[in-house]
């Protein structure tokens, strides 16, 4: 009996990284047993490329939204437009959106205001939201329990059990991807075996964190299957019952029909 079908839940195709041979990687994804993709984005830049990439292929999924990481380069304007979007476009999500406190000299106001006008804008519009997070998770989560968007997932997680219940108290689903494949992972793999599936998905952050086999490479979504590999390693389960649930968390946590 063939393995259920993957979803990869965070999957940059839409940027430069894939610009040469991004048909093959999604040919390969295929290949593989990856039959959905959500594509987050980064920038208001890059909402038109993703829609036009999502339109082009079943199975790819859009999320807009504005990233941490570039809060000083994103103009106000563009939350209206996101605004405009999330009502006329089949978007699975607002993202990738959140806090990032890593960076030298973040400028966290700028991230914070952001972040809230999003997650407002999520909550007006029904729409589950990606977010994004490092060295910001109480300041994250007082946000949320405030506005109550409606749910999501908390890509790339690796904060303690005591942090993953609050998220999933919340309504959100946890994602794991190709960190899990390195030895040293100890207290990711430790939480990946503790948690209740129901609380996982799988995602490759393509076109970064491979993971152990492809270290200094691109990511690509067709390695999906290597971490769902690792999770049914680390959990003693059978991998396609996990490829099963995960799929399903998938598919309750984001809209994807």
């Not at 430069?16 to 980064?42: K, N, S, T, Y």
């Not at 996101?82 to 476009?89: D, F, I, K, Q, T």
């Amino acid at each position: 009996m063939s393995q259920p079908a993957l979803i990869d839940t965070h999957c940059h195709l839409d940027l430069a990284q894939f610009a040469a041979d991004r048909e093959q990687v999604l040919a390969d994804a295929r290949a593989a047993g990856v039959a959905d993709l959500v594509i987050p984005a980064i920038d208001a830049a890059g909402w038109p490329g993703i829609l036009r990439l999502c339109r082009r292929h079943v199975g790819l999924h859009p999320a807009l939204g504005l990233h941490p990481v570039y809060s000083d380069l994103h103009r106000d304007e563009a939350l209206q437009q996101l605004a405009g979007l999330a009502w006329s476009e089949p978007l699975c999500a607002i993202g990738e959106i959140g806090l990032d406190f890593c960076i030298p000299g973040a400028d966290r106001a700028r991230q914070l205001w952001l972040f809230e006008r999003q997650l407002l804008l999520a909550r007006e519009a029904g729409l589950p939201v990606i977010l994004h997070n490092r060295k910001a998770h109480n300041e994250m989560l007082a946000l949320l329990k405030r506005i109550r968007p409606p749910g999501g997932l908390v890509h790339a997680f690796n904060g303690s059990l005591q942090l993953a219940g609050e998220y999933l108290d919340l309504g959100f689903k946890l994602g794991f991807g190709g960190m899990l494949t390195y030895a040293r992972s100890r207290r990711l793999r430790g939480l990946a075996r503790v948690l209740p599936i129901e609380a996982m998905v799988l995602e490759t952050d393509a076109p970064g964190l491979s993971g152990a086999a492809h270290r200094g490479e691109r990511n690509s979504p067709a390695y999906l299957p290597e971490y769902l590999a690792a999770l049914a390693e680390v959990r003693g389960e059978d991998a396609s019952w996990l490829a099963e649930q995960t799929s399903a968390n998938a598919r309750q946590a984001l809209l994807i029909a």
